[in-house]
């Protein structure tokens, strides 16, 4: 395969330079102007127009134009009946036209000198179509010929909040160190809305579907070189060269994080991933495998992604596996004491000395003064509840203290904003503050009378530097994972 | 044990006769009248006050009296300075007194025919001090001389729709076909409402803590003799006598369907265990063969315990294990497919002729048409999606179907109440419109802005019937649990 022979070649070269020069992908997160072409100027529901709403909140600053033959206007923006209309250069396009004419749309961006063009259009190879596999076919061989580079087709493209490019109204316009490259547009979506809900930012974000020319590879590459990406997050459904794969996943794995969610592990999961972006998925063993020998986080979900990322960035390592437990409700103690240790966390026994020490200000009706530390009758006494908690991060058998708040079992009035402040005041202190690391489990309502205060409490956590989780089992299952990726890393280092 | 003797004397006898009589333990759900004795007067923000606050919003209609020796007057109420001025006859008595004052207030209810004292109360054995446990022993020796049978102490009581009692506002006033005996207040109130928010009701539920008299073995064979529960749930710290619990839940799953959580299945958890509520935890393995060999369904946590009751009382026993599972998104369809497999459910590829079926009116572009079906660009079009989930419900290959909204993955103005409701009218048709059991996967949001039109959608499914799930990972692995539970029952059946 040429293609990819040719893309190696550049690779190479980019990293052996890497250090003096940038990636050779480096233009596709900076273009100097976007077109959006095939955008429909009638519906404003239609998806061709999220593109154009997600680049006016991100509040892209350099030229955007909108091209579709019937011309017009949009939310102020004139329509061009065509790409050669543009008056401007432009440096990259968003193809929102059908799958037969993309072939075209390429044909027409090299003669405006287009360097890459980010194809949204479904209905190629995935369908398993042998006309749409051949349309799919075309669009690599003009890529190839005019040298343009292709994103997709079947994608949402690049959110690289830098350059205020996006694909999706709400993400977060501040930058963070996760990069993330993800097969599947609604994965994408799917991690960084809700990561960016638990302070997570992204630096570079890639939604690449079929993978047609720019694959996984090249795009693992890049973020290995990128300096801004500390983390990298990977949603896979197959790839298109396993052995560069491998390789690349061996220099990503030295120098950054790498968290995989694998789909298409199963039968079923496989099929889908065929008519998903047409890829071919791979064992589940391979895969295991892959990740247990190169110190991968592998994980089997995407909110299990979120989980580990919030870990990684906001919990400081812990020096090991001793937790705390530190919130209200027996019931609620037992029960997160066995997620922690189901998960080969430890939930040690307080020494008598240390139980002494806050037993001298602590009655003992109602609250249970073991670890779990269930301080239900006192949480809301600032002075006592503080001191106590103190005492609890200084004692030498605490790796880390984890705050466990679960507002399901509490009701209105109970939950108001108020008391919620007067909650989170005790314990969402910045990250720090206690010379052990802490964690806060905070449960999230569903009911609108509620979610606003909790949501409220949430934010304040998450503002003072801690990891947030949903459930006493995410939290354990996170830390977890973290934790064995450290002493896996340690051990081979 | 004498105290352990009698219990079963009684139970012996309650149970050879009972089909003619009721269980020894009916009066305890019917209260002729209520008095809450040593709820404070002056703090409304106080833990006793809840119980009042519970009572007068579940409608409690018989005769209710408030005692503090400070007397006064609560919400209407007036306060009567001691039991015995109480001018009426109390049946049953809500203890908030402190620890040391318990067994001095059974006395008094000896003197005014009380028949049965729940302590709400903590502070006894469950703190492993002497003295405290001395108090505990001390409460049963009054209530074995007096005959007044003991709830707890260190538990929340009763929650009884039929006779509208109530220890948490905001349960729900109907009742239903479901039992919960929990050793835990805090699981039993977080249960009941996360259960609630998904359409379940109860018949009776019992936090009764410490158990120093009335045990969980009563609470089982009362429960295994209502006619108004289907299932039995369970949270279960530890038991007083194994053997006897033993033969409880043999009878109870005879005769119901009965999901066990045990808390305390690790070292750290059955520490916390001993501070909760004094019991003896016992080895995991000894549970885990129990629930196998009993056909009890054992769940992890809580919400899976929410899960399960959902798939039994709402999604008609599938007649196998394979799904079709229609919703939109490439990867949340590979995400949910996996999870589905991973659990012992199939995902069986539709046949030609039924793909052929859809396509005469679905196009190619932007919806795959396999299994799960990836319905994205149709999915608002009421006709078309209609009569695709018509025939996917109607193939030989169906045995049901899974519908799947993630609402992660869209952002407002796409989640609007007019998108939710639409989305919902094409599938949220009453259960047993279709021919094949429907469920739905319909991701709540923590975000205000969304939650509204979101709970509403889900509030729409549950009143059309349906089970309605949070995530792909918990629709799939309650579904496994109840087929595989089914199965096992036919097998010895």
């Not at 690449?208 to 990298?232: F, K, M, Q």
């Not at 298109?240 to 491998?246: E, I, M, N, T």
């Not at 109602?366 to 103190?390: C, H």
């Not at 956590?461 to 896996?488: E, M, R, T």
Request: aromatic share 8%.
């Amino acid at each position: 395969m040429s293609s990819h022979h040719s893309l190696l070649t550049d690779h190479c070269r980019a990293k052996s330079v890497k250090n003096t020069h940038q990636h050779s992908l480096e233009f596709l997160f900076h273009p100097s102007s976007v077109a959006l072409v095939g955008i429909t100027t009638t519906n404003p529901w239609h998806w061709t127009r999220t593109f154009l709403d997600a680049l006016i909140e991100s509040e892209f600053d350099r030229p955007l134009y909108l091209v579709n033959p019937k011309g017009g206007e949009i939310k102020g923006h004139k329509v061009h009946t065509s790409l050669k209309d543009v008056p401007g250069n432009i440096d990259h396009v968003i193809g929102l036209v059908n799958a037969h004419t993309a072939a075209r749309l390429v044909e027409e961006c090299a003669e405006k000198g287009v360097r890459a063009v980010h194809f949204c259009t479904a209905g190629f190879s995935e369908t398993g179509e042998d006309e749409r596999i051949r349309l799919e076919s075309q669009l690599v061989e003009v890529a190839r010929r005019t040298g343009i580079r292709i994103i997709g087709p079947n994608c949402m493209g690049i959110y690289c909040p830098q350059s205020r490019l996006s694909f999706t109204p709400s993400f977060p316009k501040e930058r963070g160190p996760v990069g993330f490259i993800s097969q599947s547009g609604g994965n994408s979506i799917y991690l960084v809305r809700q990561a960016a809900l638990r302070g997570v930012r992204f630096s570079k974000v890639i939604s690449y579907g079929n993978a047609c020319d720019i694959d996984e590879t090249d795009l693992l590459e890049y973020l290995t070189n990128d300096a801004d990406t500390r983390v990298i997050c990977l949603y896979i459904e197959g790839v298109k060269d396993g052995r560069r794969f491998r390789r690349a996943l061996e220099e990503a794995t030295k120098e950054k994080t790498v968290i995989l969610l694998k789909g298409g592990t199963t039968e079923g999961g496989a099929r889908a991933v065929a008519g998903h972006t047409a890829a071919l998925a791979g064992s589940r063993s391979t895969w295991d495998a892959l990740c247990k020998q190169l110190g991968i986080i592998s994980v089997c979900n995407l909110d299990e992604m979120v989980d580990v990322l919030v870990t990684l960035l906001f919990l400081p390592l812990p020096r090991g596996r001793n937790a705390v437990l530190f919130g209200a409700g027996g019931g609620a103690s037992v029960l997160i004491a066995d997620e922690f240790e189901n998960r080969g966390l430890r939930v040690p026994a307080l020494p008598k000395e240390i139980i002494a020490q806050i037993q001298e200000f602590t009655p003992a009706a109602g609250n249970i003064l073991r670890n779990p530390v269930d301080y239900s009758q006192n949480m809301m006494d600032a002075e006592s509840t503080s001191k106590t908690f103190d005492i609890l991060a200084r004692w030498e058998g605490t790796d880390f203290v984890v705050t466990f708040i679960r507002t399901g079992q509490f009701v209105l009035p109970w939950l108001s904003e108020s008391r919620m402040n007067m909650l989170v005041g005790r314990f969402g202190v910045k990250q720090g503050h206690f010379p052990k690391p802490v964690a806060m489990v905070l449960e999230p309502s569903i009911l609108p009378q509620e979610a606003e205060a909790i949501l409220a409490a949430i934010r304040e956590c998450i503002s003072s530097g801690l990891p947030v989780y949903y459930s006493f089992a995410a939290a354990a299952n996170a830390i977890n994972l973290v934790l064995s990726h450290a002493k896996k890393r340690s051990e081979t280092a």
